[in-house]
């Protein structure tokens, strides 16, 4: 069943989440004069016109990236997030949300290699235009042809990570963002990183998940803990309270297996200003846990035993300490000992692939606008009006509906996340 389409979630607060954190997860892997792969196992379709039909019928980016584009106060941190959005976007008006490929080949470098995997014949179609653009693009601009730098695959990446395993420069940065629709994806997430780590335990695995009510989604996190990783990280978003009919998603997390060191104190340091310009209401919060295999593993064997307390490195913010939510940007994060954030490093070799050629979708009139919440809230971007799109082929192929509002309710079959 592939009935997801990632064009009516673009931008949402959990891209948001999921893109700011693969933009410091490369800027990582940067630093060290060695390649790496990166690979893509859900990879979507790359680029997302935001004034596309299915963008704009679902509005998802005023939750997200919609909020923070007129954003002034941005924490240091964000803004390479940031920087990478608004220069595909040179015109001012937000018009395209970055997918992870995209991203991935914005923040890597020439030698590193991208393994892109997609299921959806259409979306697969799609990048494989994007990337082909922007490789026409590059030329033009003079940079070298990069052979086989970039491959697509149209198939499973649930089953083709373990082929890529271990990559031959020893070094990966993983991303597994399946759609949730199925519950099935979380056991095969579990598995295929199970079996990844036997292969290579010194990858970096980066997993997005919802946080739903669903009990597939409520016990994630914990099964991820316990598998065969050194060390993890779980940082969480909600943007508001659930609605009684459970409907929406408005949490979700990344869960980071072997993650920098820079990551967590990164986090701290920048979360409470994304709960603020992204919260809804006083629900909105931020969890960050971090724990090692030892811990992880303690954390499995007590489950069920009882109410679960923080053991060895396991710690916890919100919403058990509070601390997590509603902090104002400025104020003071209290956490004894906690060094300060560093400054985000520089990023690599950026190159420019501007959206610039097919003409995809059709731009609805209005767009990101919702003003939300008194004070320090940022000012919602421009609306997005006028000349049809002139991009890389971002996803707005009309064969597929958002799916039912009932199905994104994490609530039952075909419950999906976005
Ligand atoms: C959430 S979207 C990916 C978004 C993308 N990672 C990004 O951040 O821009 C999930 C994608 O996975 C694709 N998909 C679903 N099952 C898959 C599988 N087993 N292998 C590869 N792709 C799959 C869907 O077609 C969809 O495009």
Partial sequence: MLSYRHAFHAGNHADVLKHFVQVQLHLYMNQKDVAYTYIDTHSGAGVYALDSFQATKTGEYDTGIGPLWNATDVPE??????????????????????????????????????????????????????????????????????????????????????????????????????????????????????????????????????????????????????????????????????????????????????????????????????????????????????????TGAASGRLAGEGPRLPVGNARRASPLSGKGSLRLPGEKMVREGEAPAPAAPKAGARRAWRPDANVQGKPQAGGPGEGRAPGKRPAAAPGVTGARLGAPRADGARTAGPRPTGARTGGGKGGGKR
């Fill in 77 to 294: 941190a964000l803004k390479p997030y940031l920087d990478l959005v608004k220069g595909m976007n040179p015109s001012g008006k937000m018009r395209y949300y970055p997918g992870s490929p995209y991203v991935a080949d914005q923040m890597s470098r020439l030698d590193d290699r991208l393994r892109l995997f997609e299921l959806h014949p259409a979306d697969v179609k799609i990048l494989n235009e994007n990337f082909r653009k922007a490789e026409a693009h590059k030329a033009e601009q003079g940079e070298r042809a990069r052979g086989k730098r970039v491959l697509i695959e149209h198939g499973d990446g649930f089953q083709s990570l373990k082929k890529l395993l271990p990559p031959p420069s020893r070094r990966a940065l993983v991303l597994v963002d399946p759609p949730y629709e199925v519950k099935d994806d979380y056991k095969k997430v579990r598995d295929a990183l199970e079996e990844a780590l036997g292969r290579f335990p010194s990858g970096m695995y980066a997993v997005w998940y919802p946080v739903l009510q669903r009990m597939e989604s409520r016990q994630f996190p914990d099964r991820l803990k316990r598998l065969p990783a050194k060390e993890w990280l779980n940082v969480t978003l909600t943007v508001s309270t659930p609605g009684p009919d459970g409907i929406g998603l408005h949490s979700s997390g990344m869960f980071i297996l072997n993650p920098p060191y820079t990551l967590e104190p990164m986090l701290r340091e920048t979360m409470p200003w994304l709960v603020q310009a992204l919260g809804k209401d006083a629900g909105a919060r931020f969890t960050i846990e971090t724990g090692t295999q030892l």
